[in-house]
């Protein structure tokens, strides 16, 4: 397995395609992109982390950059922090939802944003020059150890205009979570226990053994499931290692749906601002993201506006547009008012709120959005040439659907569609497809995974 290098960043398989070398090559090249300025790092609870972590921070002081170390906590808390410390960058060292074994390097620019196309353009290429120049032994940076983001992170959720604690504690919340035994058992136990929650933790101890494939998604949280009807919980929670992809489960043991986290969000959001804002700003979302968002934007006469799949993309065209809350169907949400970055904390704390305004569970909850279902398939790419496979299936479906091209190719249909896109972190090509049914939902799939193969 060779090294991943894409707009999510570097990632690999640790001491096969991810060795200290490439460590040290990226994390020099990174402070000299920021021109030597003062980087934040943290990193997410793997087994590797520690070590990676010695190796980046070394190699920022030995090219003069002064280090702010905040240890293990969520990505989203790294690009705040890189925001709070007007720092020249950041630095999260993370595999995301990837095994074990893979570990990577996220960069952030001095916004909290992830580089963007052309950006790391600029930054692949200083990484690519042969030479570096280290600094010498009086000019070294300094190194600060500051773990006090993560009660930062948890006080600007609570902050949030949309936030009534009293209101949450009122409904004495039973939740479930399951934090893979990532960077969420820092932060989401102390949050929920702000909102009044009984919180039973799963895989909270932030060992970076995983209990169970890392990925939020139904397959790997049937254990969790199961915990939630045992307990008789009102919701059960998963996140990822690196805490910015959130996956809700409902009071019945039954997973609420990845794009419904993101759903359930919008609709709160547009509701609260509507009361007193006439004139909404579009909602940003990904192009694999439900069509549910388009029409809960369009009851709040609101636009909704997709971009090709990564945070980055959804961020920029947020910022561009002055919208208020967007994100990924993959459960990340993103809310403009705490930073422009997916962040679990956020989702989780307006899902709460949301759910204790309601007043029902969260099965009714979902009764009151608009129905859709998504399946995901993928396709290893072994020797296929994914360019032009896409091409294969676009010729044959052009005058079938709208065709979009920006990100891999997404077809619409009249009552469906389907997005293929080659990952940008794993050597895969994926499925999304969704329809009013879930039937319709895997035949799509099945279709489209064969047209692949063909």
């Not at 609709?267 to 609260?272: D, E, I, R, T």
């Amino acid at each position: 397995m060779s090294l991943m290098v894409s707009i999510s960043g570097i990632r690999g398989i640790v001491g096969q395609s991810l060795t200290p070398e490439i460590v040290v090559k990226y994390a020099s090249a990174f402070a000299e992109y920021c021109n030597r300025g003062t980087i934040v790092i943290g990193r997410d609870g793997r087994v590797t982390g520690n070590s990676i972590a010695h190796i980046v921070s070394s190699t920022l002081l030995s090219m003069g950059c002064d280090v702010i170390a905040i240890g293990v906590c969520p990505t989203p808390t790294v690009q705040m922090a890189v925001e709070k410390a007007k720092a020249a960058g950041g630095i999260s060292i993370t595999a995301s939802h990837n095994p074990t074994e893979w570990n990577g390097l996220k960069f952030l620019a001095s916004t909290g944003l992830f580089l963007d196309a052309e950006e790391n353009k600029v930054f692949w290429n200083i990484a690519d020059k042969t030479t570096r120049n280290y600094v010498a032994w009086d000019k070294q940076g300094k190194h600060t150890a500051d773990p006090s983001f993560i009660d930062k992170h948890i006080q600007d959720v609570l902050s949030l205009p949309y936030i009534n604690t009293q209101v949450v504690k009122q409904r004495k919340l039973k939740v479930v979570l399951d934090c893979v035994n990532g960077a969420g058992g820092v932060i989401i136990p102390k949050l929920l226990q702000e909102f009044g929650c009984e919180v039973i933790e799963m895989n909270c101890d932030v060992s970076g053994i995983f209990a169970h494939m890392p990925e939020p998604i139904p397959e790997n949280l049937t254990t969790l499931c199961q915990r939630v009807r045992d307990e008789k919980a009102d919701l059960g929670i998963a996140v990822d290692p690196d805490v910015d992809r959130l996956m809700l489960i409902n009071e019945q043991g039954e997973p609420f749906g990845e794009e419904y986290t993101i759903a359930s969000v919008v609709k709160f959001v547009l509701g609260k601002e509507s009361a007193h804002n006439s004139k909404l700003p579009p909602v940003v979302v990904n192009l694999s993201t439900t069509r549910a968002i388009d029409d809960i934007a369009r009851h709040y006469t609101c636009e909704t506006v997709r971009t090709p799949v990564g945070e980055i993309n959804v961020a920029k065209k947020m910022k561009e547009l002055g919208a208020i809350v967007g994100g990924e169907g993959s459960g990340g949400v993103i809310l403009t008012k705490v930073h422009l970055g997916r962040d679990a904390p956020v989702g989780i704390g307006l899902t709460l709120q949301h759910l204790a305004e309601f007043g029902g569970n969260m099965s009714a909850l979902k009764r009151t959005l608009p129905q859709y279902f998504i399946t995901k398939g993928k396709v290893e790419l072994g020797k296929l040439n994914p360019d032009e496979a896409l091409d294969r299936v676009k010729s044959k479906f052009v005058s079938d659907g709208k065709i979009t091209t920006t990100d891999g190719l997404k077809i619409d249909f009249a009552n469906s569609w389907v997005h293929l896109r080659k990952s940008n972190t794993e050597p895969i090509i994926r499925i999304i497809a969704e329809a009013p049914t879930k039937g319709e939902a895997d035949t799509l799939v099945k279709k489209f995974t064969g047209e692949l193969k063909a």
